[in-house]
């Protein structure tokens, strides 16, 4: 194929291979303390004098002098021109070389891209300077001693202040660039309202967090507010430099002053990682406003061979910890460490290495769970493995996450513990594999938006669907009269003292299931769109299809999915509630169905005010966003 592979590419497919990967694919490496060694390919000898080193990324014959990064050492083993070992590395992480056809234009967008990081070292200049300098600076630096930082600690980080005002950094920087709204813009610096023909600063009147690249660049930025206002954090949006989902704050700076950097806690906040580091502990990152992604997890083990992570212990943190712990399954593989610490009720790592000192902190994270422990931990909660039923329910939910590991000596024993706590054996298990892996697995639900970094305490908890049903309460205050009354009509005597916990959409499906007539006497399913909770699209599209298909029911349900290629692999899940969540005989399904739409409504619209009311602290809101703003707080007080 002809035409020229953009340099941004190259950079890009470089960050994301990892040299012990591609090297070890190639001849058999060893471990030699923080690098890996072996006997040079390009030259005969008796004893290992090639060194790869995964913190730099570089390759090192001191026998022949060979050297160089990934790239150069699949062109060197494999006789490969330049273009042909781009595309077979690019070929071992599945993506497709671009190629440019015009070269006038990739060579401007590479001009354009050196300007962005020019401006955003400028802009980084800027704000420690107004740190140091600006009127305002007494409370800035009044906040950061508060936190318990030194002007020491501040400059290793490079923190500065984004001062009130919209137009500060606009200022300074037209003063030195011709193009500076335009440069500003595409960095991310600068928000357009362009209702209102307004241009204004993205940053002010916060303490100001430069995020760095593996090279020390400049590439975007955090801000952080001085009081509780909200929203507490405030990033850059994604630009042509800057990825959130890929770049790590503070892993620069770990690798800078770490001296044998061999592991690396991931932490929530830019705050927590500079208090860590002021208290003695170099080695900590923070994820830039997003969880952790397997993008991210491929950097840090090319880094290091132990991650931990680091959740506070409340609900919140216990549903972050299994969305990382998903995150982690296809990854690991032995040779590398995931670990889990969960921090007592209210604390976070800023406060409590602050409370109880760097020895005692190191001393937890030294005794958080090990990825295989808290795997198992996570999967049994709330399972009674005592039953037969537990045990299956259990099997189900392990085996396709375990198989979807790289094969390896930990994946085996993980399959071993299955079987011990099922009393299964190998066998039995890999037919029940062999099962689930006949159905494709349940389209995921859609990427959940980024989550404001508050919620109000009238706000439901959207990482959880569930509930606690008022028939199994002889009181519970936070219903209606109305409900209670029809609700213990329906099912007769309550049974106090009993705890069930409902989900309250797989109660909707359930209740759908056995009831298809109630699908019209319910919302529409395109007013769930916005929801984002578990199983939420599976109940749209079978809300969606008993509105619209005539004479609908169960059987005709079954016949045209299993027609449908997109919709075969549902009726698995469809079945699974059914058995998890039925719909008992002396229960009013028209009572119950009606409450779980009405709370996941209630849902949506809350999620929608608090973004709203967000996005007004952030910039002046749309015509149409004020009108959007004042239905849902007309529809509040009802």
Known sequence: MSGRIPQHFIDDLLARVNIVDVIDS?????????NYSALCPFHKEKSPSFSVSPDKQ??????????????GFVMEYEKLNFPEAIEELARTVGVDVPREHDRQRDVAYEKQVKKQFDLLESANAFYQQQLRNHSDKAKAVAYLKERGLSGQIAARFQLGYAPPGWDNLHKHIAK??????????????????????RRYDRFRDRIMFPIRDMRGRTIGFGGRVLTDEKPKYLNSPETDTFHKGKELYGLYEARQHT??????????????????????????????????TEAHLERIFKIVTEVIFCFDGDAAGRQAAKRALDT????????????????????????LVRSEGLDAFTARVDESLPFSEYFFKALSDNIDLTSMDGRARFSTQALPKIRSMQTSVLQQ???????????????????IANLHSKVETIAPEPAARPKPSYKPESMPDYDSGEYQHPRYFESEPSYSDSYSSQTSQASGPVRSGISTKINLVNSAISILLHRPDLAHQVVQATELEGLYVENISLLRQLLGYLQTTPDASLGTLLLDWQRDPEMAPNLLMLNEISQVDPVLDNVDAKVLLDDAMGRLLSRKYEHELAELTRLSRERPLTNEEKQQLAQLLARKAL
Request: aromatic share 6%.
């Open 26 to 34: 190639r001849i058999k490496l060893k471990r030699a303390g923080k």
């Open 58 to 71: 570089f390759y090192y014959c001191f026998g022949c002098g060979a050297g160089g990064n990934a790239l």
């Open 176 to 197: 030195e660039t011709e193009d500076a709204d335009s440069l500003l813009l595409k960095s991310g610096l600068m928000v357009e309202n362009e209702e209102r023909g």
């Open 259 to 292: 001296g044998s950097l061999e592991r690396l806690l991931i932490v929530e906040g830019y705050m927590d990682v500079v208090s860590l580091a002021q208290h003695g502990l170099t080695w900590s990152v923070a994820t830039l406003g997003t969880a952790t």
């Open 328 to 351: 982690c399954v296809p990854v690991m593989k032995d040779g590398l460490t995931a670990r889990f610490l969960f921090l007592p009720d209210g604390e976070d790592p800023d406060t």
């Open 413 to 431: 024993m993980m399959l071993d513990r299955v079987a011990e706590m099922t009393g299964l054996t190998i066998e039995q298990l890999d037919t």
